[in-house]
């Protein structure tokens, strides 16, 4: 007979030797910007994805100091900066991890604020509880020219949207912080082009080629620490377009929606205007990497309401500078 078992106990079982493989490629990528570009950064939103990044680096440019088996620790620092831009909008809790996060490594962190875009006058919101995730491209755009940055590090996957599957590894900024996607540069043998005139800067995505499921099996393996919300929890919701709206003092309902306690979890973190959760019953990573083996909708899809737009809004939010 077939007797019952858990994921906890068949996690261990699944090959792992392809993580071996991006692990590496991604390594030699964050090496490469190290080695390229002067001035670069690391994008830190606390999602998933940039844990995963930063871990990446730690493990490319510091020495570890733990044993077999217990959570990774790493001694020294990294050669760049950690940059987070901050709509403001953020979730507590998303906000909480990143500080203690920074905290524990001793990292430098730098955060523009949107606030300050506002105050000078270079956002301006219809109305206050308009979505900020689109604006935080002006942000992100003030803060790479204020601190010079000629690279920014970044989670991206290819996975995650069609205009991201567009993207090269080192993708090409022009003065203005555009990016044409008919004009990308050529990667042919893993040999990049990263020469830039004065004003232009590249994204560089180290974890390009994994998906969703790498992620959280590599997030399983390494025991690296994420934001709780990624994890199941009790949280009011209302349904609205076939998505699980969070209730929150810039997501309120209307009159007539219906407010329900639900067990969810986020997929992905962003502005809390725009960012929805998916419901999952999900404690551990390996719930989570059972669950991922069953989706058939991407996390951007199916928890981000900016983009249902239209199929084009991501496309044309990076064109604009958008990460």
Known sequence: MNAATTMDHLLPEIDHRHLDALEEEAIFILREVASAFERPGLLFSSGKDSCVVLHLAEKAFKMKTSKPGERPVFKGKLPFPLVHVDTGHNFPEVIQFRDERIAEMGERLIVGHLEDSIKKGT??????????????????????????????????????????????????????????????????????????????????????????????????????????????????????????????????????????????????????????????????????????????????GATRMDDRTSEASMERRKKEGYF
């Open 123 to 300: 956002i301006r919101l219809a109305h206050p509880l308009e979505s900020r995730n689109g604006h935080q491209t002006v942000t992100l755009l003030e803060t790479i020219e204020d601190n010079r940055f000629d690279c920014m590090i970044g989670g991206a996957r290819r996975d995650e949207e069609k205009a991201r599957a567009k993207e090269r590894i080192f993708s090409h900024r022009d003065s203005f912080g555009q990016w044409q996607p008919k004009e990308q540069r050529p990667e042919l043998w893993t040999l990049f082009n990263t020469r830039i005139k004065p004003g232009e800067h590249f994204r560089a995505f180290p974890i390009s080629n994994w998906t969703e499921l790498d992620v959280w099996l590599y997030i399983a393996r390494e025991q690296i620490p994420l934001p709780s919300i990624y994890y199941t929890h009790q949280r009011e919701i209302y349904r609205r377009k076939g998505l699980l709206v969070p209730v929150t003092d810039v997501t309120p309902p209307d009159s007539d929606d219906v407010v329900e306690t639900v067990d969810v979890r986020f997929r992905t973190v962003g502005d809390m205007t725009c960012t929805c959760p998916v419901e999952s019953t999900a404690t551990t990573t390996a719930d989570i990497v059972a669950e991922t083996l069953q989706v058939t909708v991407s996390e951007r």
